[in-house]
């Protein structure tokens, strides 16, 4: 059975290296497996959870569309949409919000992380984020859903909600599939360059933690030349990572961009200082990003052919996604 596969990013910031291997790398790779069907949507109404510009948030999301090309997504393998033009996912998320209690999303490890100390303060929509996400998988009765250690949680959620509209609504009939996460390779987690503790993150308020795929080759190089490290050699085996968070996090990368294992990074570079080590993964990340970095470059100075191919997407995904509503409204008994 073909896979149908959906996954989405919000258009806040620049793209990092963690989005890209976390997540986006593994959806070129889906995209080009067998006969599935893929969906990649920029997430526009999530971006607005938590304060943003108006005046950036348009150009935001041509600009994220631009990054899933130029990393390999192909326009006419995959359909690329934007979530604010299919108004289903709005739809769902309210008859979802309606059947999901409260409970539920207070576990939610990653609103606490952005709420902060000042939950009262924080947005009905941050708060529902989870909800809106559960809808924007289920409304294409998405399979798999490939993204980074960090979305497991909303996926946990996203089963459960399917599971209890299919239990209460359809007589245990899978109207919902349940969509299974894919979160695969060496880096499904990558963390700060100044902190082995913490993710790297859009949001976080220096630019050195993180590598951004707009990143220029002498930024890149110093950001790792800066990343902290410790003062040991490299270990020679993956199990003396383990409370080396920061050594884990750098060969991680290594092995996620040369596609190997960190076992076979650690042949190579086991015994060796971080200053041999960290100029070859800086060449290493200049290589692999330089194409993603100008290719982005030439999609944004043709915003009307991203415009066309974000069309086709819009269109498509409307296609598929209102059947869902029109009959998820019937099981709910709406007048019809
Ligand atoms: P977002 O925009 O924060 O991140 C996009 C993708 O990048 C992954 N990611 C990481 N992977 C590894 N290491 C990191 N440091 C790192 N940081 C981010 C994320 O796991 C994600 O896959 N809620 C989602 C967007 C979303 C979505 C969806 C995803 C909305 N609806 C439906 C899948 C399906 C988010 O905030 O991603």
Redesign the pocket.
């Known amino acids: 059975m073909s896979k149908r596969i959906?996954?989405?990013?919000?258009?806040?910031n620049r793209?990092?290296?963690?989005?890209?291997?976390?997540?986006?790398r593994n959806w070129v790779k889906l995209q080009d497996e067998g006969d599935n069907q893929c969906l990649y949507?920029v997430?526009d109404l999530?971006?607005i959870t938590a304060g943003h510009d108006p005046a950036e948030l348009g150009q935001a999301t041509r600009e994220i569309a631009a990054a899933y090309i130029a990393a390999g997504v192909d326009p006419a393998k995959s359909y690329i949409f934007v979530?604010s033009a299919v108004p289903a996912h709005a739809q769902l998320q309210w008859l979802f919000a309606t059947q999901t209690p409260l409970g539920w999303l207070k576990r939610m490890t990653?609103f606490k992380d952005k709420a902060g100390k000042k939950q009262d303060l924080a947005s009905l929509g941050l708060f529902g984020?989870?909800v809106?996400?559960?809808a924007?998988?289920l409304v294409y009765k998405?399979t798999h859903?490939?993204?980074?250690?960090?979305?497991k949680q909303?996926?946990e959620l996203?089963r459960d909600i399917a599971q209890s509209f299919n239990q209460h609504y359809c007589d245990g009939e899978e109207f919902f599939p349940l969509p299974e996460p894919v979160?695969t390779g060496p880096?499904?987690?990558?963390?700060?360059l100044r902190d082995g503790t913490a993710?790297?993150?859009?949001s976080a308020d220096s630019d050195m933690t993180?590598i951004n795929l707009t990143d220029d080759a002498d930024t890149i190089a110093q950001k790792i030349r800066k990343a902290k490290t410790d003062p040991e050699p490299l270990p020679e085996s993956v199990k003396d990572l383990e409370s080396r968070a920061e050594a884990d996090n750098l060969i991680g990368i290594y092995a996620a961009l040369s596609d190997q294992n960190k076992e076979t990074v650690l042949q190579q570079f086991g015994g060796k200082q971080f200053s041999d080590f960290k100029p070859a993964l800086a060449d290493l990340c200049v290589e692999k990003l330089a194409p993603i970095t100008a290719r982005m470059r030439e999609l944004m100075n043709d915003p009307a052919e991203l415009d066309s191919i974000l069309k086709r997407g819009n269109d498509k995904a409307n296609e598929l996604a209102a059947p869902t509503i029109e009959e998820t409204m019937r099981k709910l008994g709406f007048w019809s």
Not at 18 to 24: D, F, K
Not at 145 to 151: A, I, K, S
Not at 199 to 202: A, G, P
């Open positions: 959906l996954s989405c990013m919000q258009p806040t793209l990092h290296l963690g989005n890209y291997l976390g997540a986006l949507g997430v999530h971006a979530q990653q984020y989870p809106l996400m559960a924007d998988i998405a859903v490939p993204v980074g250690d960090d979305q909303h996926l996203t979160i880096a499904t987690r990558v963390m700060s993710k790297m993150s859009k993180r």
